[in-house]
């Protein structure tokens, strides 16, 4: 490659992501060089600012329309800028939430940095538009991450978990690149455009099982990383076992990720490929798209997902664990837009993507706080909270309505547009539309029994929660994010329509 | 008189705003509270002294562009959700009789000892709940409001109750959850279908015969049975029941008062607003079937409560009897039938408030609602005795009462529409008189147990209240044009007629 051809890419489209690799590389060093007994916590300010200039920089890019560089295989566009934008705000909130502080001897300044590295892992997934680049930005997540939920590493549960985490998430990604090799071989390729412009080929067409099989593999292996049930069995132990910051990280920023990465991955490449039914038209016989053969899976799945996190989750007694299973619960209403094929799919999910940030950071927030005092944050935890703080109650009272669903909340309009992507599409998905209503009313019996805790049983310890600042800040940002995106989402439904076209994902 | 009816709503708030200012032990947080129901009452009064009954259609509109919602695919093509109110004469009825039997419950909820300030202030925002119900004109607002008294009305129950209250809370939060998502599938779809959730304007689109391309009869039929099923269970149809019996045992009996008087109207209401405004020939086609039910609630309802032992649960069936009544007169669909279903409502919503009213005196100086171990209070207490009496002979229909028109108009109805299911419905009334003058008995008669000496009367509050839902109650029985000129545009929305 020529030097003049390297310097001739338009790199500012890459700013975000610079900034957040120098702010990661400059902290390791600092946290290097800083003097042992020196307290750390400066180190989280300074990868507070280092996101804010980031956001500043996503910013600026987002009336640019899509450019690519380096062969076209990284690519800006508002599909990218979209998703880049809520992980970007995520990791800030965890950030900002900070650990604990009695914690902070042992997990010394990797906590912030790693959770950067992660961070951008999370940019490339958004905004790749190679499987290898694709997937080395799913391999520095999930490394970041294994090594986040093992920080403590005198804490056995937390190793537990560290472990289990490795294991399920290497064989997931193992399974996913897998898939990709099947890609390859299909079209030689690694570009997904290239991949898209070659499906229609008449050599897929004759191998068109082998596309499908490429599909349902890179599909199992992305719903390890979303816990779309049936693989999400290690996401309750992991959950349970890491620090509640670097929970709310996983369950929010790496399941932003990958549905950013899973969209992307069944749209483009799969999109114009051919399915295994036969459609037969007047001008011959011709077969259906891939997309259209494999929904039913897909709709076993968002099924599956649902019932199974709101099932489960109505027996748990610990808060993460219950938590970890509302959060497979959420991914499976998640699906639904996609496994529905509907038109609203980019905005449905995008919209409770935002909503669910909000919500699901806020209510670990209060897990958090709950665990200063409690070893084990359970239901049993939140008793006579209101009597204690009412300021926390309230902030987590807007929570669980938002995750109920109940309107006035971000939670609703973004459930309310799910329901549309189920009920808009013809034919329409009344299946989907009934498992989503029976997963509802089944969370309200777990999101309102944490109401009778807080509000209607007496608490042990009548002293308020310790809240720190940062976590007053925490609550107040969500609190306020969640209930104004429900009174006034044109607030957010305008902003991406007049920064985002996400069709744009599609032109090569 | 352009934003009345958000005045109208937003006038609960203001006693839960002031409420949250203050300390919770705060001697003033009783009076706030019952003064945060008088403002809504007056907004109400105000609202039906302006509403011209020689017009036809709605009054009041208020209509606001809301927030769109957008498809990648087609960004010309928005969905657009409006904030529509406006009333017609049959939601104009309702929020008179939410208005002011929210203001009756506040004063026999002086009685709550416990956490005073915030029960005051959910059931200031279950008001707000229930009048924005009755004031939208838009679908996706109705579902808002709606799902605004679920979440107050949980609390109350679960934090005020009685001793299975939070079993209660959830038995209440279950059925009615499903059946609000119910309602919100139909919502949906029709959205989607037509791009609009303005009520009037869906009603009218969906009368066009070209919107069947849209909406084939198929799927009519099956959104039809959705909003069925919904407010069915908001009503409740047999079997859908066991919540309500639930709530009416263990809720407080002022929350009880709204839930008996108003709440259950939001499934009436429904049904005739949507159901028989939406689908109006889906619901002749399942016009005998929904026949059938209604006289299954009426004689299941009573049967039962004829072997209750306890007054509360007695009450309870006895609605799920009258509610029967309900079915009855919209599945009769014709002007006679429709009438008696919505004067039953109303009715029914009196006469259930002025019971429970009464209840609570029991409740407060007796300790036990068991049959059993009431009884000769006449002779300690002849005015609330007196009054109990009156009630339970409007409950079961005496002539000169709101109970009587009703039941006579909605089964005139039905007898009009299906004169066999009709007759088998009647017995129905005369059970209503054996169970009711069995409990009315029970209490007020027999052997004086020695412990009720000495109790009081009841107190001026306790009879001002009273009397006020007795007079209403005999003035619709003499006079029911009262509530027929308010009504007629019901038959003008398309319906019946």
């Known amino acids: 490659m020529e030097i003049n051809q390297l310097l001739d890419y338009q790199w500012s489209s890459m700013m975000p992501e610079f900034t957040i690799l120098l702010t990661a590389v400059a902290l390791s060093l600092v946290d290097l060089f800083m003097p042992k007994k020196r307290n750390r916590s400066v180190i989280i300010w300074f990868a507070l600012s280092g996101i804010a200039v980031a956001i500043v920089f996503l910013i600026f890019q987002f009336d640019d329309g899509v450019v690519t560089i380096l062969n076209q295989t990284y690519r800006l566009d508002s599909f990218a800028k979209a998703f880049k934008l809520l992980m970007l705000i995520g990791t800030g909130l965890v950030l900002l939430l900070g650990i604990k502080t009695n914690d902070l001897d042992e997990v010394k300044g990797e906590y912030p940095y790693l959770l950067l590295t992660g961070l951008l892992g999370g940019m490339m997934m958004a905004s790749s538009a190679d499987l290898i680049t694709l997937f080395v930005g799913l391999e520095l997540l999930s490394l970041s991450s294994y090594i986040l939920v093992g920080i403590r590493k005198k804490n056995k549960l937390a190793n537990e978990a560290a472990f289990k985490y490795i294991v399920n998430g290497g064989i997931a990604t193992a399974i996913t690149l897998f898939g990709m090799s099947y890609l390859f071989g299909l079209t030689g390729e690694t570009n997904i455009y290239e991949i898209q412009a070659l499906m229609g080929s008449d050599i897929v067409t004759e191998n068109r099982y082998i596309a499908v099989f490429a599909f349902l593999m890179i599909f199992v292996g992305l719903a390890f990383k979303i816990t779309a049930a049936p693989f999400h069995m290690w996401a309750p132990d992991v959950y349970q076992g890491a620090e509640t910051p670097i929970t709310a990280y996983l369950s929010v920023v790496s399941k932003i990720a990958g549905f950013a990465i899973m969209l992307r991955l069944i749209m483009v490449p799969f999109v114009f490929a051919p399915g295994t039914g036969k459609v037969i038209t007047p001008d011959g016989v011709s077969y259906e798209t891939l997309l259209v053969s494999v929904r039913p899976y897909l709709v076993l799945l968002a099924v599956l997902t649902i019932l199974i996190g709101n099932l489960i989750a109505l027996k748990q007694v610990n808060a993460k664990r219950l938590f970890a299973y509302s959060s497979i619960a959420h991914a499976g209403y998640l699906l639904v837009p996609l496994a529905a094929l509907s038109e609203l799919v980019f905005d449905a999910v995008w919209f409770y993507l935002a909503a669910y940030l909000l919500m699901n950071l806020g209510a670990f927030a209060v897990i958090d706080a709950l665990g200063e005092e409690n070893n084990e944050v359970t239901v049993a935890s939140f008793a006579g909270l209101f009597k204690r703080s009412p300021y926390v109650t309230i902030a987590m009272t807007i929570y669980l309505l938002s995750l109920a669903g109940i309107p006035l909340t971000a939670g609703f309009i973004g459930k309310f547009e799910i329901f549309m992507s189920a009920l808009g599409t013809e034919p329409k998905r009344f299946i989907l539309a009934l498992t989503m209503l029976a997963g509802t009313v089944l969370s309200y019996i777990y999101y309102f029994g944490l109401f009778v805790q807080m509000y209607f049983r007496k608490a042990e310890v009548k002293t308020p929660v310790l809240a720190s600042n940062r976590l007053v800040a925490v609550l107040t940002i969500t609190a306020a994010g969640t209930v104004l995106l429900g009174i006034f989402p044109s607030i957010a439904l305008t902003f991406i329509h007049d920064h985002f076209q996400f069709l744009e994902i599609f032109n090569p | ?497």
């Open chain 2, 1 to 497: 008189m352009g934003g009345i009816l958000t005045i109208l709503i937003l006038s609960p708030l203001l006693g839960v705003i002031v409420l949250s200012l203050m300390p919770a032990n705060h001697s003033s947080v009783k009076m706030i509270g019952v003064f945060g129901t008088v403002l809504p009452l007056i907004v109400t009064i105000g609202v039906f002294s302006l509403y011209d009954r020689t017009l036809s259609g709605i009054q009041f509109m208020e209509s606001y562009q809301w927030f769109e919602l957008m498809t990648a695919i087609s960004p010309n093509e928005p969905y657009p959700v409006t904030y529509d109110l406006g009333i017609t004469g049959l939601s104009l009825l309702f929020l008179m009789l939410s208005a002011l039997i929210t203001f009756l419950a506040s004063l026999a909820a002086l009685r709550i000892q416990e956490g005073v300030k915030g029960f005051y202030m959910l059931f200031l925002l279950l008001e707000f709940g229930i009048l924005g119900v009755f004031s939208s004109e838009n679908l996706f607002l109705f579902f808002l409001f709606f799902e605004v008294t679920l979440v107050a009305m949980f609390l109350l129950i679960g934090k005020w109750g009685g001793f299975e209250r939070e079993k209660a809370a959830f038995s209440f939060l279950v059925y009615n959850g499903i059946g609000s998502i119910l309602l919100l599938i139909v919502i949906i779809v029709l959205f989607v279908e037509f791009r609009t959730m303005n009520i009037s304007e869906l009603t009218s689109l969906l009368q066009e015969s070209a919107s069947y391309e849209f909406l084939s009869g198929n799927t009519r039929m099956w959104l039809f049975l959705l909003l069925l099923l919904g407010f069915g269970t908001k009503l409740p149809i047999v079997p859908l029941h066991t919540w309500m019996v639930r709530v009416h045992i263990e809720a407080p009996i002022a929350v009880v008062m709204i839930h008996a008087g108003v709440l259950l109207k939001i499934g009436a209401y429904g049904l005739i607003r949507f159901g028989a405004g939406f689908f109006p020939e889906q619901l002749k086609e399942t016009a005998v079937i929904l026949a059938i039910l209604g006289v299954i609630n009426l004689l299941y309802g009573a049967f039962i409560a004829l072997v209750q032992t306890e007054l509360r649960a007695v009450l309870a069936y006895s609605s799920i009897s009258h509610m029967g009544i309900v079915i009855i007169g919209v599945a009769s669909f014709n002007t006679a039938g429709l009438q008696g279903a919505v004067f039953q409502t109303i009715s029914h919503g009196l006469i259930a408030a002025l019971l429970f009213l009464l209840v609570g005196v029991i409740v407060d100086r007796f300790q036990t609602t068991k049959l059993a171990d009431l009884g000769g209070v006449a002779s300690q207490t002849p005015l609330f005795a007196g009054f109990f009496l009156a009630a339970g002979l409007a409950s079961l229909g005496l002539p000169g009462m709101s109970g009587f028109i009703s039941e006579f108009l909605a089964f005139l109805g039905l007898f009009e529409a299906m004169p066999v299911i009709g007759s088998v419905g009647v017995i129905g009334l005369i059970l209503t008189a054996v169970y009711m003058l069995r409990a009315v008995l029970a209490v007020t008669f027999g052997e004086r147990k020695p412990q009720f000496d000495k109790q009081k009367d009841l107190s001026a509050v306790e009879l001002v209240s009273s009397a006020i839902l007795l007079s209403l109650i005999i003035w619709i029985g003499v006079y029911p044009a009262v509530l027929s000129n308010t009504l007629q545009m019901a038959r003008t929305l398309g319906i019946g007629g």
